[in-house]
């Protein structure tokens, strides 16, 4: 009577199959697959399986009014009469889904084996692993850059872009710290864009492609955490920073010496503060004296009154305040963010409470409104 196999793949993977697949697909007289571009179709090959491709559908009969109405479609109908015969010719027949089988002719196959009274096995592909959108990512990067694709992305370089890496991370930020879910998936999917977009230009220019991103990432991640990848055994998370930390300075000793891999071009809060602590690590650490300095340089800054003494004062204010954070175990970068994010939400407040236009505010007013919008917000 014969029998059909529905071989399920993903339409993100089509060209793998977990091994339950392959196992039904070795096991049948024949394998059917839709077109001759099936991606599976050089495996089967290299497997010497016997297979053919669908011919495209002749003109058969036509449609019947009720088949008409339940939304049949003929070429679907005629592609499945052909996997029906074929079974009931052979034996056992696994059809190998791949693009373009979508639900409709799932359904049509399956009703045409079911009048044909042949016994149906469904194998599932199992769960999709996870991640694996992101090769829709690297194919639509392809296309944009590839041949007419858009020309606004075909004439972008690293260094067009590294500006937008720079505004992608910063909204990235944002979003976290307004703790908007939504925003944070936004966010990761523009900078994800740039690492693509990035990993598509040197592959072209033949520099390196985004696989190797990838298993550089991975290897770096195995390699600083021997105590999950490895033997190495650790009591606490600092001691796993500990760890981590130690590992990094090994590998940057060999990349350019104490202040290799700290990037110039980032805020110069969290700048100063990589540097302090590069330095720290060699011994020389001057933070127990933090406070103490920030007092000399603020009283320094108040009295100098030429501008590049009064720059160079500031400089030293700053730097002794980040110093002053690290002895307290605080990213100055982030406190600034914060207290910027204060300002602008009670200045905000401020405006929205004045009963008349700022302008004909005068300092005893705004200091009401200052006084009444940190109350509200505490």
């Not at 090959?45 to 479609?73: H, I, N, T």
């Not at 799932?106 to 096995?121: I, N, Q």
């Not at 060699?282 to 004296?289: V, W």
Request: hydrophobic share 45%; net charge negative; with cysteine.
């Amino acid at each position: 009577m014969g029998r059909l196999l529905l071989v399920d793949t993903a339409d993100e993977l089509p060209g793998l199959l977990p091994l339950h697949g392959w196992s039904a697909l070795m096991s049948s007289d024949l394998v059917i697959v839709g077109s001759d571009e099936h991606p599976f179709v050089a495996h089967l090959q290299a497997a010497d399986l016997r297979y053919e491709v669908l011919a495209r559908p002749a003109d058969g009969a036509p449609l019947s009014r009720a088949e008409l109405l339940s939304g049949l479609d003929p070429s679907d109908k005629r592609r499945a009469e052909q996997v029906v015969a074929r079974a009931r010719q052979v034996g056992e027949v696994a059809y190998l889904y791949g693009p373009g089988d979508g639900e409709a002719f799932t359904r049509t196959l399956g009703l045409e084996a079911a009048h044909a009274g042949l016994e149906v096995e469904v194998v599932y592909f199992a769960p999709v692993p996870k991640g694996v959108a992101l090769l829709d990512v690297v194919r639509v990067m392809e296309r944009l850059r590839g041949p007419g694709g858009c020309p606004w992305d075909r004439e972008q370089t690293h260094q067009s872009l590294a500006r937008y890496a720079l505004e992608e991370v910063y909204e990235l930020v944002e979003a976290i710290e307004a703790e908007r879910p939504e925003g944070i998936r936004e966010e990761l999917g523009d900078v994800l864009l740039q690492v693509a977009f990035h990993a598509q230009i040197a592959e072209e220019r033949g520099e390196f492609a985004v696989d190797d991103v990838a298993r550089g990432i991975v290897d770096k991640l195995v390699r600083r955490h021997p105590h999950v990848f490895a033997d190495v055994e650790v009591t606490d998370a600092a001691e796993v920073m500990a760890n981590w930390e130690r590992l990094k300075d090994a590998e940057k000793a060999h990349d350019g010496g104490v202040f290799a891999g700290i990037p110039a071009a980032q805020p110069a809060l969290a700048h100063s503060a990589k540097l302090q602590g590069r330095a720290a690590k060699t011994g020389f650490d001057r933070d127990a004296d933090a406070a103490q300095r920030v007092r000399g340089a603020l009283d320094k800054l108040v009295a100098v009154e030429g501008r590049d003494e009064a720059a160079h004062d500031l400089g030293d204010l700053l730097w002794g305040v980040v110093g002053l954070a690290r002895r307290r175990g605080l990213d100055p970068e982030a406190a600034l963010r914060a207290a910027a994010r204060r300002f602008r939400l009670r200045f905000e407040a401020m405006l929205a409470a004045a009963d008349r236009p700022p302008a004909q505010l005068s300092p005893d007013d705004w200091q009401v409104l200052w006084e009444r919008a940190e109350a509200t917000e505490a």
